[in-house]
Structure formats: C-alpha cells, structure tokens
C-alpha cells in the first residue's frame, strides 16, 4: 500500500496543524486543569468542517475517508488529546455505524446532530461487561409498539455533553432474545435517558466519563438501527463498525507521543550539562532514536488500518489491522511519553509542565477500546482463523458451582 499524500491530504494536514498549533495548543493546560468540555474547539472544529468529515455528501458531509480522519486527529492530539478524541467520536465509532446501517431518516437524523457539533456517545461497556462486551445485560424489551430499554452503562466518553446516543442492548420480543441491536437515543429528548455520576479520570479531563442509566427508556422501532445481517448478527456488525473508532483511539496515542517527543527534542538541544546540551550524549542519542523508530512504526501501521477501509466489503477498517494498530500505538504512547518526560528530568515532573498530562492522557488507550490483552486475543484468532472463546470449560468459582 502507499502511504503517499495527495496534495489535497497534505493540505488539510495543514490545515488541522495551523489550527491544533494555535488556538487549541493555547488552551489545552486549561482545559486539563478546569476539566470542563472545550465548546470552544468544538465550535472551531465545527467552522474548519473536523466535524462529519466522513459524512456522504449527500448528507451534508464531506465524504472523506478514514486516512483523511487520521491525519487531523494525528495534528489536534500532538497539543490537545480531549480534542483528537472529539475529532475521533465527531467522524467513527457511532456516527459511522449510523451512516452505514441507518435508515433515510436516522442518517438524516444523525448527520444533523453531528455537523452542528454533537460528538456522538458510543454505550456499550456495563460494570459487569467490559472486556466481555458480549455480556451485557441491558435489555430492550419489544411492548406494543415500542422497545423499553432499562439498564446501566458506564465509562460512557461525553456523558452530559453528548444528545446523540448509539447504546448496544440485547433484544427482546415476546420474551425470546432476538441478538443485540442499537438504539438511538438524544438527551434531553429520549425520557428514560438519565447521566449518572462521571468518573474522576486519571487524565483527558476535557471530557466527562459518566454512567449513564436507562430507565423504562421507551424507543419507537423506527430509532433501532438494524445491522445488515440482522440481530442474531448485530454485534458482530455493530463491532465491525467500531474497527475505525480503535483506529481513531490509535491515532489518539500517536498524536501524544508526537507532541511528547517533540518536546523532548527541542529541549534536548537547549538544556546543557557537563558544558554541553544533553542532547550531545549518546544515551540521549539513542532514547531519541527510539522513540522516532516507534513513532514512525505506528503511524505506519495507523495509516495502513485507516487505509484498509477502502478495500473492506462494509466500509470499515479491517478488524485484525485496526487492533494491531491500536495495541501498538497505545503502547508506545505509554514509553514514549513517559521517556519523552526523562529527557526533561525534574523540570518534565512539575505539572507547569505539559509532560505529565501526555503522560496522563496517554495511559488510556491500552484499555479503553479493547484492553491491548484482548486486542492481541482478537489479532490471534484471526492468524489461527478460529475463534477464541474465553469461557473456558470446566472452571470452578471458588466456592461457587458455576
Ligand atoms: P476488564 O474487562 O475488567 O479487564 C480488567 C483487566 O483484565 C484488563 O487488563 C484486561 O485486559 C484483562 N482481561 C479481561 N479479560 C481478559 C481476557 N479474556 N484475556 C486477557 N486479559 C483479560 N466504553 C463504552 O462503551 N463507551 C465509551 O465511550 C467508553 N469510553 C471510555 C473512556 C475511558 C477513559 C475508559 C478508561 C474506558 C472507556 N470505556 C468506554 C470502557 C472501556 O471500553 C472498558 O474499560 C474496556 O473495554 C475494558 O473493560 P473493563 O474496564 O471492565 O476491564
Ligand atoms: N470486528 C468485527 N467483528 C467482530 C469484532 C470486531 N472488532 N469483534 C467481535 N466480532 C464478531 C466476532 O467475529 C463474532 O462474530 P460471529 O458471531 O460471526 O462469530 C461476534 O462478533 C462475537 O465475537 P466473539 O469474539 O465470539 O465474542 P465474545 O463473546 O468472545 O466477546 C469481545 C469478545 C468481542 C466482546 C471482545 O473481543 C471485545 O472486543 N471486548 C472489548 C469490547 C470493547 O471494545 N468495548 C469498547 C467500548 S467503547
């Protein structure tokens, strides 16, 4: 595959860079500090069209591709990680399952909120189903002419700010479970809709992770968005969906360590020690070198999974691609980073410092979007081209029987 910009890709690189560099980079400490939502960006991100960018046009969008995404969400987290994030859930994840399975009116729907600024909340993780999604026990039971939701989410990134909600629930009708769907709920609209307590994140305090609890939510069937092979097989498809929003995440991280580590060379070549700047000793030499090594591998293996989509029967980054992307970046993130604030050394550690925000922030992503544990379980079941089931046969609870 060749990663080659076009000119048109170089150009909105440097579009979101001028934007990211000025304004946004300005307010990223305060928005760390305040923990406050910055409807600022998003009114800029708005203006400068990052919103709905893989929106079709005929939707109001710009029918831009997932390589495209990544390239702005690349710029906007190497100075602000709560705005890659925006950027990441203003164009994947939600929106793009809704843009590809929605009906006329849902896309409608959904494309009006976001263009104007909604960043949509994906809901699926519950307290006793992170990692075993697929365990979920919110329910939307079918009554008459309409689906009840009851349940509890929580970790749900944009509680509170975000109205245009995708929620992942099991189905039922007459009792029978039919699979897992999406519901579409808008806060403020949907009754039964209710933010819960947010959650005192260890870092990207920009935007609020909160329960969200449903309570007898009633949903008309024209708001469920049906998978193209139906329920039985609607997580899978809903999954599929979710592929870009991993690679979104990925870049995220990336961003991250590129803002870090370029601190960390700019200071390298200032600060002097033993007569000289550090950045002259070998041991700094090489810590540079290999963060520039990661940083170079994982946007390669960022831009190799956006690109994939084009090729992808749904539209969607390839599954296996999007999950080696993301363990990788994410990772990196957590080393560089971290090294990126050892060539600063106690000036890196004060919280005047942006170091140990990057560092913060970046901790997320081995674990929020599949654990980096359950993304290789994934990668691996598709080498072995089988399933991996982690319900094993024959465990015991410790005194239990199950
Ligand atoms: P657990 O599943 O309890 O895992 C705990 C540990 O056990 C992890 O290290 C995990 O890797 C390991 N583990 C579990 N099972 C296995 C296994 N089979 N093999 C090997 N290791 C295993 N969710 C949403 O639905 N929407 C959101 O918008 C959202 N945003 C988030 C934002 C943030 C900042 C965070 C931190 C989380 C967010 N989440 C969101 C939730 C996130 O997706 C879950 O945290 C994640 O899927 C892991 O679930 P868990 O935290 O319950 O961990
Ligand atoms: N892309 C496409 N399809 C996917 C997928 C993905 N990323 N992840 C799972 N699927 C499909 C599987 O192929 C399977 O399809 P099938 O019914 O045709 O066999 C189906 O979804 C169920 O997956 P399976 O691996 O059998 O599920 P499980 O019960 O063992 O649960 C997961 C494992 C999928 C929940 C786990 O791998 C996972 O992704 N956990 C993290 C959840 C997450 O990312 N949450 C983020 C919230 S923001």
């Keep these: 595959m060749d990663f080659e910009l076009t000119a048109d890709q170089k150009a909105l690189r440097a579009k979101s860079r001028e934007l990211a ?17 910055p409807w600022g960006n998003v009114k800029e991100l708005v203006e400068a069209g ?12 710009q029918g831009r591709s997932y390589l495209d995404t990544v390239l702005v969400i690349d710029e906007m987290a190497q100075v602000c990680g709560p705005s890659g994030r925006i950027v990441v859930e203003a164009n994947m994840g939600a929106i793009g399952a809704i843009m590809a399975y929605g009906s006329e009116d849902q896309k409608k729907l959904a494309a009006g909120l976001v263009l104007s600024g909604d960043k949509p909340a994906i809901c699926i993780t519950e307290p006793g189903a992170g990692s075993a999604a697929t365990e979920m026990t919110t329910r939307a039971d079918k009554r008459g002419n309409v689906y009840v939701v009851n349940g509890m989410k929580h970790w749900i990134t944009g509680g509170g700010v975000s109205r245009l909600h995708l ?19 808008i806060r403020d609209e949907t009754k039964g809709l209710i933010i819960g307590k947010r959650e005192p994140a ?13 309570q007898d939510m009633e949903i008309t069937p024209d708001r469920m968005v049906i998978p193209p092979r139906g329920l039985r097989k609607g997580f899978a498809d809903l999954m599929d969906a979710y592929n870009s929003q991993r690679v979104g ?6 961003g ?31 810590m540079m ?6 940083l170079a591998a994982a946007r390669l293996l960022i831009q190799r999974a956006a690109a994939s989509a084009a090729h992808s029967p749904g539209g969607f980054p390839d599954v296996a691609m999007a999950a080696q992307a993301k363990v990788f970046a994410s990772e990196m993130a957590i080393r560089v980073t971290n090294d990126a604030l050892q060539v600063w050394g106690a000036a890196g550690y004060s919280r005047n410092n942006p170091l140990e925000r990057y560092v913060r922030d970046a901790r997320m992503f081995a674990i929020a979007g599949g654990t980096a544990q359950i993304l290789r379980t994934l990668v691996a079941s598709r080498i072995l081209n089988r399933k991996l089931p982690q319900t094993r046969d024959g465990y015991v609870k410790r005194g239990g029987d199950a």
Excluded at 50 to 61: A, E, L, V
Excluded at 167 to 185: K, L, T
Excluded at 249 to 254: C, P
């Design 202 to 214: 260890m870092g990207l305090r920009g935007i609020p992770e909160t329960q969200i609890l449903f």
């Design 289 to 294: 070198a290999d963060m520039s090594i990661q």
């Design 256 to 286: 991250l360590a590129q803002g870090a580590y370029d601190l960390a060379l700019d200071y390298s070549q200032k600060r002097e020690q033993f007569g000289r700047p550090i950045a002259e000793f070998q041991g700094l030499h090489w």
């Design 249 to 254: 995440a990925g870049t995220v991280a990336l």
């Design 21 to 37: 560099r000025g304004s946004f980079a300005a307010r990223a400490a305060e928005i760390d500090r305040t923990e406050q939502y």
């Design 50 to 61: 990052f919103f709905g960018m893989t929106i079709p046009k005929r939707y109001g969008g």
């Design 167 to 185: 929620i992942f629930a099991r189905v039922f009708e007459n009792g029978q479970e039919q699979g897992i769907g999406g519901f579409i709920a």
